[in-house]
């Protein structure tokens, strides 16, 4: 079975702080998609990465990278210099093949102040 | 810019009744779903359906059907509303696994039901 764990249900950080929102992940596949999603609180999820599971490196966009960790199942993801527009709920997900069936945690809530 | 379209940001309806949300799709995408997002428990997926007229149970089918008459529609039915499908519905869509290299899903911005 699939099972993604989003331990941090809501993280609060002042602006410029950086933040590391965790996700751990299960499953038997050896081939499998993991995904970040942003839901703003105009209510759509909005894609950030996709990352499958032979590619390890980390990725780096702007203010955001993520660290992808095979050996402890974990995709984890950084703001640097947090801004009052990254409030929002995050998602991780997991998916056997990429755009079709999709497992989500249950989101982290992240709280920026200015 | 391509959208998916759900047909009402917030809906109330009284315990037994019949309820349709609807979503429209303007990607030619043949993967649609719908998930219901409740605090605590992220979102769980319904039902998907990967073409026209076909469709699959989700973890969480009981109480809801769904339609797909045309391939840019997909619709989910609350036969007999209850108390405990008040909930934010979320429909998504994706193109087929392989087409492309950058499947993800596409979320419309969701529809609020509270059923009194």
Redesign the interface.
């Known amino acids: 079975a699939q099972k993604v764990t989003q331990a941090q249900t809501e993280i609060s950080v002042v602006e410029k702080e950086d933040v590391t929102l965790d996700c751990v992940y299960e499953t038997r596949d050896t081939t499998y998609y993991l995904f970040w999603y942003k839901q703003p609180p105009s209510g759509e999820l909005v894609f950030l990465i996709r990352r499958n599971s032979f590619d390890e490196q980390n990725e780096i966009s702007g203010r955001y990278s993520w660290n992808f960790q095979k050996s402890t199942s974990s995709f984890n993801f950084t703001i640097t210099a947090s801004q009052v527009v990254d409030s929002a709920v995050y998602f991780c997900a997991l998916s056997r093949d990429g755009g079709f069936k999709t497992i989500f945690g249950a989101g982290t809530r992240l709280f920026v102040k200015a | 810019d391509v959208k998916v379209t759900q047909s009402s940001?917030y809906l109330v309806k009284r315990t037994g009744e019949k309820v349709f949300l609807e979503c429209v799709q303007d990607m030619d995408h043949e993967?649609m779903?719908w998930?219901r997002q409740d605090p605590?428990?992220?979102?769980?997926?319904i039902y998907?359906s990967?073409d026209v007229k076909m469709k699959e149970k989700?973890d969480i089918p009981e109480g809801y059907s769904v339609s797909r008459e045309k391939k840019e529609r997909f619709s989910l039915i609350l036969e007999s509303a209850s108390t405990n499908q008040t909930s934010?519905y979320?429909c998504?869509s994706?193109?087929?696994?392989?087409q492309?290299s950058?499947?993800?899903?596409?979320?419309?911005?969701?529809t609020q039901l509270s059923v009194l």
């Open positions: 940001r993967n779903f998930y605590g428990l992220g979102l769980r997926l998907f990967y989700g934010m979320l998504a994706s193109s087929r696994p392989g492309r950058d499947e993800k899903l596409f979320f419309g911005s969701g």
